[in-house]
């Protein structure tokens, strides 16, 4: 049986890239594999002509781009969902493992760099406050705002993350740098814990 919208989706690809590249595509999981392909990937395990590969490839930036929005240095902070959209530009949604940024602003809130502090698996340890405030002590940030992804596609945070973010507060007020928030990104969602409530 055929997945829901899958058919539609189908005709939609048929249109940009043609029958016979859209006929590979047969399923929604394989259409979302298509987020994270290349172009030699779309030749090879999808079967594109090299011209509906460049074609996918391309679609594909498009809607990163459209769905996504980087904070450009200087750029003010005007909420979470800005900090998801730079997410989304910078790829996290699409990560297989987690990986925690941290966004560096001034005294008014404006990005002074993004820094990517770590990623790992479920098997590896979380982050430390060391490697969170080195770079942002080094740039002189006034605050940060922590990122990092889900890859089980649920932005809801876990207790090691609502620990994290306890301990990383604690030691921003030891060294003066505020964290005035942490996103969670998942799959078409986000969890802000600002937006929940004080963070402590």
Do not use: Y
């Not at 590969?53 to 929005?69: Q, S, T």
């Not at 705002?145 to 596609?153: A, I």
Request: overall charge neutral.
């Amino acid at each position: 049986m055929q997945e829901p919208g899958i058919a539609s989706t189908r005709r939609l690809l048929e249109l940009v890239l043609g029958k016979q590249a859209a006929r590979g595509l047969s399923s929604l999981e394989r259409l979302r594999d298509l987020r994270t392909a290349g172009v030699s990937e779309l030749t090879g395990a999808f079967g594109l002509s090299d011209a509906a590969a460049v074609k996918a490839g391309a679609l594909v930036e498009l809607f990163h781009r459209i769905d996504g929005e980087r904070l450009e240095r200087g750029v003010a902070l005007s909420g979470s969902a800005s900090v998801c959209r730079h997410a989304v530009s910078l790829g996290l949604r699409d990560l297989q493992v987690e990986q925690f940024r941290t966004l560096l602003l001034d005294g008014k809130h404006r990005v002074i760099d993004d820094h990517r502090v770590s990623q790992w698996t479920l098997t590896s340890s979380p982050v430390h406050p060391r490697e969170v405030f080195h770079h942002a002590i080094r740039c002189k940030a006034a605050a940060i705002v922590l990122l990092h992804s889900h890859p089980s596609g649920d932005p809801s945070p876990s207790a090691d993350d609502l620990e994290i973010t306890r301990r990383l507060v604690q030691v921003g007020e030891l060294v003066g740098i505020r964290v005035v928030d942490h996103v969670i990104v998942g799959q078409g969602a986000f969890c802000s814990l600002a937006d929940r409530g004080p963070l402590s």
